[in-house]
């Protein structure tokens, strides 16, 4: 009995330190995860495996979603496969460099600025579409990239919740 209480205020506190770190789009997502397999291993019978399973598909699905969320939303803003690389490409560079400008809160506007800036500077300087067309593509990428990271961070909260819950019952 005592382990179960044990397990469950240790796993609500790894899901809140796992959504707080993947809304500041840091490698939070698996931490729920990361947390069960190595909770399982050493008191076996705490979780289902097809719980740790099917948590980890979800992260693995949140993964895609913040990594084509920016050139999904160049594409449907008109752009083409420049936009798009350059989306993809924009927001990691943004990213990073918005992390050693503002830390923590850098890196959210660096991703979804830089996935903006990335798109329209591929789509005019590779693609040569004009002007209206590049901003038109940068501004989907730079909403893709936000609406990308709002995504990640609910499936955050779904899958730490659920672990959380599954190691009390």
């Known amino acids: 009995m ?9 796993f609500s506190l790894v899901a809140i330190l796992g959504v ?11 931490l729920p995860v990361a947390g069960a397999i ?3 291993v050493a008191f076996p019978g705490t979780f289902s495996w ?15 979603v913040e990594f084509f969320g920016a050139a999904h939303g160049s594409r449907k803003s008109g ?3 420049a936009g798009a690389w350059g989306a993809t490409i924009g927001g ?13 809160v850098g890196t959210i506007i660096g991703a979804v600025a830089g996935a903006g800036v990335g798109a329209m500077s591929f789509e005019r300087g590779i693609a040569a579409r004009s002007w209206g067309d590049a901003l038109k593509t940068g501004g989907g990428a730079a ?3 936000a609406v990308a990271l709002v995504v990640k961070v609910v ?12 190691s009390i019952g």
């Not at 990213?95 to 830390?103: E, K, N, R, T």
């Open 20 to 30: 707080v770190l993947t809304a500041l789009t840091l490698s939070g997502l698996w």
């Open 143 to 145: 909403k893709g990239r």
């Open 92 to 104: 990691l560079i943004g990213a990073v460099l918005g992390s050693f400008v503002f830390p923590i």
């Open 155 to 166: 499936i955050s909260i779904i899958v730490g919740v659920w672990i959380a819950i599954a």
């Open 38 to 40: 190595v909770w399982e």
């Open 79 to 81: 752009g083409g496969r």
């Open 2 to 10: 005592l382990i179960t209480v044990i397990a469950g205020i240790t």
């Open 50 to 64: 097809w719980t740790v399973g099917i948590a980890a598909v979800l992260c693995l699905g949140a993964e895609a």
